[in-house]
């Protein structure tokens, strides 16, 4: 893995993903990371001063003309050097919700991020991740990062329309795109990163981002063509759809 594709890049996950790479991993060519004010992103923005391999991009994943140029961008600038990984990490979450409570725009404003920005961004850049290189035989690599709250078999408890509901149509469209993207031996996985400490995990997770970013470049490093089409924790535990 040398080239890399983080959304949501400002805080939470994707800012530990970023800086564990740049921490550990120098040989990495490309870290792209989006955020969507880049004006507001300190930390990343001093990462990438120090680190010339990343370069950050400018995407609210709200708007589908930002996701098609954040597509061309990273195309142009690999040409045929390929993707090796694509991580859909941005999200989103509104608080618990009973059925009574739940607001259409929640909904949609739910699907935009968790799902539609997601599966566009994966379609825009098919040509760049069939030029990826991984483990074994495996080319591009998409990362769906997804939630154990996305498992309708899991769900015990109700609730949560928005998030649960995005989160288990994530689920489907990637094993989707492990069928689809097959024959371009491209992977396709639904990852749930365990509960992180961030202002959407909140603080009772057990987890810290440098925990969790360290755990989930490890398994993402060693995802093959046998993870496709699954839906995983890092520990690499199959979830139940
Ligand atoms: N933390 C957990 O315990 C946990 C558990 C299971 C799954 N997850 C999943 O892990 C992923 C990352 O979560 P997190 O805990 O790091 O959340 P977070 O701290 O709330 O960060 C969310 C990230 O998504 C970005 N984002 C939201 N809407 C966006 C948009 N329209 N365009 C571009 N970027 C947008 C945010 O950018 P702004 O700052 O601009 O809003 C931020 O960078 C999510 O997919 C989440 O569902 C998290």
Same mark, same amino acid.
């Given at each position: 893995?040398?080239?890399?594709?983080?959304?949501?890049?400002?805080?939470?996950?994707?800012?530990?993903? %970023?800086?564990?790479?740049?921490?550990?991993?120098?040989?990495?060519?490309?870290?792209?990371? +989006?955020?969507?004010?880049?004006?507001?992103?300190?930390?990343?923005?001093?990462?990438?001063?120090?680190?010339?391999?990343?370069?950050?991009?400018?995407?609210? $994943?709200?708007?589908?003309?930002?996701?098609?140029?954040? !597509?061309?961008?990273?195309?142009?600038? =690999?040409?045929?050097?390929?993707?090796?990984?694509? %991580?859909?990490? !941005?999200?989103?979450?509104?608080?618990?919700?009973?059925?009574?409570?739940?607001?259409?725009?929640?909904? +949609?404003?739910?699907?935009?991020?968790?799902?539609?920005?997601?599966? $566009?961004?994966?379609? @825009?850049?098919?040509?760049? =991740?069939?030029?990826?290189?991984?483990?074994?035989?495996?080319?591009?690599?998409?990362?769906?990062?997804?939630?154990? $709250?996305?498992?309708?078999?899991?769900? +015990?408890?109700?609730?949560?329309?928005?998030?649960?509901?995005?989160?288990? !149509?994530?689920?489907?469209?990637?094993?989707?795109?492990?069928?689809?993207?097959?024959?371009?031996?491209? %992977?396709?996985?639904?990852?749930?990163?365990?509960?992180?400490?961030?202002?959407?995990?909140?603080?009772? !997770?057990?987890?810290? %981002?440098?925990?969790?970013?360290?755990?989930? #470049?490890?398994?993402?490093?060693? #995802?093959?063509?046998?993870?496709?089409?699954?839906?995983? +924790? @890092?520990?690499?535990?199959?979830?139940?759809?």
């Amino acid at each position: 893995m040398k080239t890399i594709l983080i959304t949501g890049c400002n805080r939470g996950i994707g800012f530990g993903l %970023v800086k564990h790479l740049c921490e550990n991993y120098g040989q990495m060519e490309n870290i792209f990371a +989006t955020c969507r004010n880049p004006q507001n992103a300190q930390e990343l923005t001093s990462l990438a001063q120090n680190n010339s391999n990343v370069k950050i991009l400018k995407t609210d $994943l709200n708007n589908s003309e930002d996701i098609s140029n954040l !597509a061309k961008t990273v195309t142009d600038i =690999l040409g045929t050097r390929g993707l090796d990984v694509l %991580v859909n990490n !941005a999200g989103i979450s509104s608080k618990f919700t009973r059925l009574p409570m739940v607001k259409e725009k929640d909904l +949609t404003d739910h699907f935009r991020v968790n799902v539609i920005a997601p599966i $566009l961004l994966a379609k @825009h850049l098919i040509p760049v =991740l069939k030029n990826g290189k991984n483990e074994g035989e495996s080319s591009g690599i998409i990362v769906n990062i997804s939630s154990v $709250l996305g498992s309708i078999q899991e769900n +015990t408890t109700g609730g949560y329309y928005p998030y649960r509901t995005s989160k288990a !149509a994530i689920n489907a469209a990637t094993r989707s795109m492990s069928l689809d993207l097959r024959e371009h031996k491209i %992977v396709a996985v639904a990852l749930h990163p365990g509960w992180i400490k961030t202002d959407m995990g909140g603080k009772q !997770a057990p987890f810290t %981002v440098e925990e969790a970013s360290g755990n989930l #470049i490890n398994f993402i490093r060693n #995802i093959s063509m046998e993870h496709n089409g699954l839906f995983l +924790t @890092h520990e690499g535990k199959q979830l139940p759809w």
